[in-house]
């Protein structure tokens, strides 16, 4: 069984950086890839970026492009999100993911396990 572990989130200044990890146990390879989601107050999960085990084939959503890395080790089976150039809006809980299926990594459906998450806020 597969269990996943946030950390890294906090309370920074706008254009602050902080970089989240997720730590996976058990079996991981077996599945695709990993995906980070995150969830504001009142507001619907949505996706933020997702990293294929094998390949590092990465996606990221409009918003984030150009301001997030998502990446592995595979050795130490954890993926990292490096958050630059934070701004207010990225303020939510930050959620990793396993991805069963790479058809459309953008899909929750396609996860079937989840972290507990990790709490970023970004003050102006």
């Known amino acids: 069984q597969v269990q996943l572990v946030e950390s890294g989130g906090g309370v920074v200044q706008a254009g602050d950086s902080l970089r989240l990890s997720c730590a996976a146990s058990?079996?991981?390879?077996?599945?695709?890839?990993m995906g980070w989601f995150r969830q504001a107050p009142g507001k619907e999960r949505e996706f933020v970026a997702a990293?294929?085990?094998?390949?590092?084939?990465?996606d990221y959503a409009d918003d984030v492009k150009g301001r997030f890395t998502i990446f592995r080790d595979n050795a130490k089976n954890t993926v990292y999100l490096q958050m630059d150039s934070l701004l207010p809006e990225d303020t939510a809980v930050y959620y990793c993911?396993?991805?069963?299926?790479?058809?459309?990594?953008?899909?929750?459906?396609?996860?079937?396990?989840w972290g507990r998450g990790t709490q970023v806020t970004v003050s102006s």
């Open positions: 990293i294929r085990w094998s390949r590092g084939s990465t």
């Open positions: 058990g079996r991981t390879f077996s599945s695709a890839g």
């Open positions: 993911a396993r991805n069963r299926l790479w058809i459309t990594p953008r899909s929750p459906y396609e996860y079937d396990s």
